[in-house]
């Protein structure tokens, strides 16, 4: 049955838009902040280097909220994922010479992005046969899945169950080193029918988790489920 979710970061930037309120862009700040790594694959996969994809994925986000891109902003634009994407490639043929030549972004960090180790980071993505927009995509996948892993952490930690959640984090993940059930009923003097019990809740927990992350990225009237089938359709093929 399909939940309802709050009203999204990106339905509020989509409805507001058009006067680019505090609210919309304080909403958008935080959606860019959380996805702007895998706009920075998508640029360095286009084949530009590390030091000038930094300046343009910044230059981007500087014209995002700068200027009055926000007012093309429409609600046939459903996804954050779709218009980011878009906006970025159109910006890039439009302003490729200025920015070349200018830079406009002038080393200002418009958004505190975090570049440090980014390249070792964008050295493990796969081959470059992978074109940006699948690059895009699977990135996309993977900073869900990571913001959706992170918050279910903090909230078992917040609940003092951070032990168990490490202990289990592995067998969520499909680790290698997945830790057997009955040495984590052993370590927390539990059955391991009840490591079992816990297994389910923490899976049922992530999926909620993922469903929250992927909703806010889209319109109101969007189903996260589609959203989350399609990335992991990139994740497999990327």
């Keep these: 049955m399909p939940q309802s979710f709050h009203t999204t970061r990106w339905s509020l930037v989509v409805r ?3 006067d680019s309120s505090p609210r919309s862009r304080a909403a958008l700040e935080d959606l860019c902040r959380l996805y702007w790594y ?6 360095r996969r286009e084949g530009i280097d590390p030091d000038e994809a930094q300046d343009l994925t910044q230059s981007f986000f500087a014209s995002l909220l700068e200027r009055d891109d926000l007012k093309a902003v429409s609600p046939d634009r459903g996804k954050f994922r779709a218009f980011l994407r878009t906006a970025m490639k159109h910006f890039l043929l439009n302003h490729w ?3 070349r030549r200018e830079k406009r972004g002038g080393g200002r960090r418009v958004l505190p992005l975090d570049y440090e180790d980014v390249e070792s980071r964008f050295a493990r993505e796969p081959s470059d046969d992978v074109t940006p927009d699948r690059l895009f995509d699977r990135q996309w996948a993977l900073t869900l899945l990571d913001l959706a892993l992170r918050a279910v952490e903090a909230d078992y930690r917040d609940h003092g169950k951070e032990r168990l959640f490490d202990l289990l984090r592995s067998s969520l993940t499909g680790s290698d080193e ?11 003097e539990l059955t391991e029918g009840a490591v079992r019990t816990a ?3 923490l ?11 992927a909703a806010d990225t889209l319109d109101d009237d969007l189903e996260p489920d589609e959203e989350i089938r399609l ?3 990139a994740l497999r093929s990327g």
């Design 16 to 18: 507001a838009g058009r």
């Design 38 to 43: 895998p706009l920075y694959a998508f640029v």
């Design 97 to 99: 010479r200025d920015l």
């Design 178 to 188: 997945a830790v057997p059930y009955h040495r984590i009923a052993e370590q927390l």
């Design 199 to 201: 297994m389910h809740r």
């Design 203 to 213: 899976r049922k927990d992530f999926g909620q988790a993922l469903r929250r992350q």
């Design 231 to 233: 990335l992991f359709e």
